[in-house]
């Protein structure tokens, strides 16, 4: 099947299925006497085993591990289970990280008036410095939680 067939069969876009074809995820495709990619069943059942990992977050360097677990019949699955719950963990801090982030944000709504005047302490605590002599690099670094410490005035 060409590669529009394959992209409506997998739920993966065209250009996905080239970019995942660039980089190595997946093998070239097969080319029909006229040059048009032509995919197999199986090409399909690859490209949903790596958009159902992209959907559970799976970075595409672990999409390449776990494609590397999938082929290997004597793998372990306590390799298997290691990556999920590693990706397992890492999502939690990112949900953290983005609730210390809202928490932040709703506490500077709460300091701002909201009327016309000029003052505003959001944009004041935007563009205060960072406290401690850290570098930008190392601000960015901080996580909400230390940020929302050291903004709160």
């Given at each position: 099947m060409n590669i529009g067939d394959a992209s409506a069969r997998s739920g993966?876009?065209?250009?996905?299925?080239?970019?995942?074809?660039?980089?190595?995820?997946?093998?070239?495709?097969?080319?029909?006497?006229?040059?048009?990619?032509?995919?197999?069943?199986?090409?399909?059942?690859?490209?949903?085993?790596?958009?159902?990992?992209?959907d559970l977050g799976f970075p595409v360097a672990e999409i390449t591990d776990l494609l590397d677990l999938w082929r290997d019949t004597g793998r372990r699955s306590a390799d298997v289970k290691a990556l999920a719950q590693a990706r397992v963990r890492e999502l939690r801090q990112k949900i953290a990280h983005l609730q210390e982030m809202a928490t932040t944000l709703e506490d500077l709504a709460r300091s701002c008036a909201g009327n016309d005047r000029p003052d505003c302490p959001i944009l004041r605590s935007l563009e205060a410095p960072p406290r401690g002599g850290l570098s930008k690099t190392e601000d960015q670094a901080q996580s909400p939680t230390q940020f929302n410490g050291r903004i709160a005035s």
């Open positions: 993966v876009s065209a250009k996905m299925i080239r970019y995942y074809e660039q980089i190595g995820l997946i093998p070239q495709a097969r080319r029909t006497a006229s040059g048009y990619r032509d995919y197999a069943e199986a090409d399909i059942h690859m490209l949903r085993f790596i958009a159902r990992a992209r």
